[in-house]
């Protein structure tokens, strides 16, 4: 059975980091790109970038240039997305999702940001 | 960027057909995925490319594609068919990947 496992809820301060793991099991890591999406409350899926696991090539979206680092441990099949100088507007859910078409989804990460 | 536009909500009674459409600038000429999302629920994969459907999708789900806009049916709508649905499409001129609002639909 395919699966994304992600990494468990999270609490930071404004300006703080945040470092979110995706480990996909059920087929071989490097086969599939990952992206990832994020969902504020009562709000849209919006992308946020994603990563080649097999050549580490990412792309970003451009909204959160600068404030944003996928990356991926082959070693430990696992990809992470690290979202640095947080705001109360990163308050949301985060998303692993796989490529092509977003066709397996992980369980999402609520990470909140509040003084 | 260009933005991908959906109704925020749409309503059907059960066992009639809801149709939730997505526009965007030369929509027809990309790859449109559609996704449900439940509450409380990460989103489902229903339609890739415009109207193919991933195995254990329901053949009531449909999908089209043609000019500006793209269209999510379901034929003979169930209650449990109540979510949030979203249009996803690449957007080549800026690399992005793109979701669309959003439309809610409820079944009543």
């Known amino acids: 059975q395919v699966r994304l496992v992600q990494s468990g809820a999270e609490v930071r301060k404004p300006g703080a980091s945040v470092k979110v793991s995706c480990r996909p099991s059920g087929y071989t890591f490097t086969s599939h790109a990952l992206h990832w999406v994020r969902q504020a409350p009562g709000q849209r899926l919006e992308w946020m970038g994603w990563i080649n696991t097999g050549s580490s090539d990412t792309k970003y979206s451009q909204k959160f240039q600068g404030r944003v680092a996928i990356s991926r441990d082959t070693s430990a099949s696992t990809a992470y997305m690290d979202l640095s100088g947080l705001r109360s507007e990163d308050t949301a859910v985060y998303y692993c999702?796989?490529?092509?078409?977003?066709?397996?989804w992980g369980q999402g990460t609520m990470v909140t940001v509040s003084s | 960027s260009q933005e991908l536009t959906q109704p925020p909500s749409v309503s059907v009674s059960p066992g009639q057909t809801a149709t939730i459409t997505c526009s965007g600038p030369a929509l027809g000429e990309r790859n449109v995925c559609w996704y449900q999302q439940r509450p409380g629920q990460s989103p489902l994969l229903v339609i890739y490319?415009?109207?193919k459907r991933p195995s254990g999708i329901p053949e009531r789900f449909s999908g089209s594609n043609s000019g500006n806009t793209a269209t999510l049916t379901i034929t003979g709508t169930q209650t449990l068919d109540e979510a949030d649905y979203y249009c996803?499409?690449?957007?080549?001129?800026?690399?992005?990947?793109?979701f669309g609002g959003g439309t809610k639909l409820t079944v009543l």
């Open positions: 490319q415009e109207t």
């Open positions: 999702a796989r490529d092509p078409w977003m066709d397996v």
């Open positions: 996803q499409a690449w957007d080549s001129s800026t690399a992005h990947l793109l």
